[in-house]
């Protein structure tokens, strides 16, 4: 996870700097914070419903997971949130966004672009297609406040409240007997 979160900030630098791309700002206030609590809240009831009403989905979302957070400790859900959270949102909706123009076709070219990154293997097309259609919900966040930290914000708390979801979802289920 670490590596990756470094790998997704070094090419978000290199391609600022040789693209000459300026990256959206990032400005501290309450109010993105605000909108960004709120939009994982959003994203996050979104994505238990979707858990719940579509099966491949369900089976998609807890392959990843299982991956991605069985071999995490509780505290570790903290770096869950806060690595790919940071860097996937400087890159997607900091730099790549703004590179392809800050507009309609720009969320959805970075949104596929965010969606395939989340895709682990060709049956796990479900959860590239939820990655997506995230993208574009943190891709249009970014457009209408014109503040980065509003995604940050949106996707840091979302990966920690489902990795908790899922940790404890999966702690209450009883072991099967040898």
């Not at 700097?17 to 501290?28: I, K, P, T």
């Not at 807890?62 to 949130?81: C, Q, T």
């Amino acid at each position: 996870m670490a590596v990756t979160a470094i790998i997704l900030l070094v090419v978000a630098k290199v391609w600022q700097s040789l693209g000459s791309v300026r990256m959206l700002a990032l400005q501290f206030n309450l109010n993105a914070v605000l909108w960004g609590l709120g939009l994982a809240g959003a994203i996050s009831i979104a994505s238990a419903i979707v858990h719940r009403l579509w099966p491949a989905y369900r089976r998609s979302a807890n392959y990843y997971l299982e991956l991605v957070i069985k071999p995490l400790m509780w505290p570790d859900l903290i770096w869950l949130g806060l690595l790919p959270g940071l860097s996937e949102e400087l890159l997607f909706r900091g730099v790549i966004l703004p590179a392809l123009g800050l507009n309609i076709a720009a969320v959805i070219l970075s949104s596929i672009f965010f969606g395939v990154l989340h895709l682990s293997g060709m049956q796990q097309w479900p959860y590239m297609i939820w990655a997506t259609i995230v993208g574009v919900i943190l891709g249009f966040s970014a457009i209408a406040t014109g503040n980065l930290l509003v995604p940050i914000v949106a996707h840091v708390v979302t990966n920690f409240v489902s990795g908790c979801w899922w940790k404890w979802a999966n702690s209450l289920e009883v072991p099967e007997s040898p």
